[in-house]
């Protein structure tokens, strides 16, 4: 028998450790398909951040962890695209300005894996300059945003820093 997937937060621990999924894989290799900008929008605690760590799976090209699932079935080449994962959750942010140090710092960090130095300091600038080394590098670029809302949620009892996020 499966386990729950409690307190599990990747695609691959799922897998790995043997939990139910139910299997939406399906429906992402359609949005796949479908190339474009999605916004994915659930209620709190409803696997949004699952959901994430599979696209991130998927683009990672990891095909053996999807054996048996509807991927597997479907006519997908398994390109291996850079993935660039931002977990807002996992960044600080109790101040408008160390949440960009910290997206700065996360955007170098990303770059240093993939071998190379971010030269632009301004957030936007760095930003951009991280997707198009990596698109020169590798080609498509995934970007994957989870918990976007968190550093607005953490602080809405402070409507201006609220605003201010």
């Given amino acids: 028998?499966?386990?729950?997937?409690?307190?599990?937060?990747?695609?691959?621990?799922?897998?790995?450790?043997?939990?139910?999924?139910?299997?939406?894989t399906d429906i992402l290799y359609n949005?796949?398909?479908?190339?474009?900008?999605?916004f994915l929008s659930r209620p709190r605690r409803f696997g949004k951040s699952v959901t994430c760590s599979t696209l991130a799976t998927i683009f990672s090209g990891e095909k053996k962890l999807f054996e048996g699932l509807a991927i597997s079935k479907a006519n997908y080449a398994w390109p291996v695209r850079p993935v660039v994962r931002l977990d807002l959750n996992e960044i600080d942010h109790d101040t408008p300005e160390e949440l960009k140090e910290a997206l700065k710092s996360k955007f170098d960090d990303i770059a240093q894996a993939h071998g190379f130095s971010l030269t632009?300091?301004?957030?936007?600038?760095?930003?951009?300059?991280?997707?198009?080394?990596?698109?020169?590098?590798?080609?498509?670029?995934?970007?994957?945003?989870?918990?976007?809302?968190?550093?607005?949620?953490?602080?809405?009892?402070?409507?201006?820093?609220?605003?201010?996020?």
């Avoid at 028998?1 to 799922?14: E, R, S």
């Avoid at 670029?141 to 953490?154: G, M, S, T």
Wanted: glycine share 4%.
């Fill in 1 to 24: 028998m499966k386990h729950l997937p409690i307190g599990f937060q990747t695609f691959k621990d799922l897998i790995t450790e043997n939990c139910t999924y139910v299997d939406k």
């Fill in 120 to 165: 632009k300091q301004l957030l936007k600038a760095k930003f951009t300059e991280l997707i198009t080394t990596l698109a020169a590098k590798h080609g498509s670029v995934v970007v994957i945003i989870d918990e976007y809302d968190k550093p607005i949620l953490d602080h809405l009892k402070d409507q201006t820093k609220a605003q201010a996020m």
């Fill in 31 to 38: 949005l796949i398909k479908n190339k474009g900008y999605y």
